[in-house]
């Protein structure tokens, strides 16, 4: 990444100045520099964030950092959208992930029907083609959660989200299942959050933390009608991570969270048996 070393350079920073700047550890920032190791797509990511790179050069960055990274985190043969590919990169480089979802399931614990609805309804101009692709990587995503990676998944989901029938009775049955399923998981957590809760930090909507471990900081993520935002500033993703803890601290427990999932389950099955 000799690349990276010519923009500090360019900037008059030395690697000291960058790590106190860019918050990413001095030693990470010697190995992309110098490749001594595979580079982490995230820090590379951090980097064109932290100088102010355009798109274009940003996925040339990434691109150079796809082939020492692996096919364990390389989802450049997929055909998704550019935001998609970097949150999934993100997604598979984190140590922990926080979401809290006011509106769909996350996407890593999407079952096949539901995610194509998901994605179907979200980008009505897709192709066939791209919808299918879409869905393919979504549930590729699920390797995170096993061994040897087990990343640790924390979620917090708003009760609407399990009284919205995306892709009809059938599609909901099956991913309220496979949602219990994946709680059995011990590095998976999920918790909804009552319809009863009145005042929420949750009502300025979704969003998501990608923790790394002490090599870089956490990340925000935010999804609207505008795009996709990644976000390192260190008060804005303090914001969020306050925001999750108090929504975690409202939600119901582990164990009453599933509770509510089987009587959902079962609204369901008797719904269809009058049918």
Not at 134 to 156: D, G, I, Q
Request: glycine content about 6%; proline content about 5%; some cysteine.
């Amino acid at each position: 990444m000799a690349r990276l070393k010519q923009l500090r350079l360019e900037r008059g920073l030395t690697p000291t100045q960058l790590a106190a700047a860019s918050r990413i550890n001095l030693t990470q920032i010697s190995r992309l520099e110098s490749l001594e190791r595979p580079p982490v797509a995230s820090q590379v990511l951090a980097l064109c964030h932290f100088y102010g790179l355009g798109q274009q050069t940003t996925a040339e960055f990434m691109k150079l950092a796809e082939p020492v990274r692996g096919d364990n985190n390389d989802w450049s043969r997929h055909d998704l959208e550019t935001g998609t590919a970097k949150y999934l990169t993100f997604e598979g480089d984190a140590t922990s992930v926080s979401t809290f979802q006011a509106m769909l399931v996350p996407g890593l614990l999407q079952a096949e029907l539901y995610a194509r609805a998901v994605v179907s309804s979200l980008r009505p101009y897709f192709s066939d083609e791209q919808i299918e692709e879409t869905v393919r990587a979504r549930l590729e995503r699920r390797k995170n959660l096993l061994a040897p990676r087990s990343l640790e998944f924390h979620a917090v989901l708003d009760e609407s989200v399990l009284l919205r029938a995306l892709g009809g009775a059938e599609a909901m049955r099956e991913q309220l299942t496979d949602l219990l399923e994946a709680t059995r998981l011990p590095n998976v957590t999920v918790q909804i959050l009552p319809l009863s809760v009145g005042p929420n930090p949750g009502l300025n909507g979704s969003f998501s933390l990608f923790s790394f471990g002490a090599e870089l900081d956490e990340f925000a993520y935010v999804e609207d009608q505008i795009g996709q935002t990644f976000e390192a500033d260190p008060l804005a993703v303090k914001r969020c991570r306050t925001a999750f803890e108090t929504l975690a601290k409202q939600a119901l427990a582990p164990r009453s969270s599933n509770a509510v999932i089987r009587r959902r389950i079962q609204a369901l099955d008797q719904t269809a048996h009058r049918d």
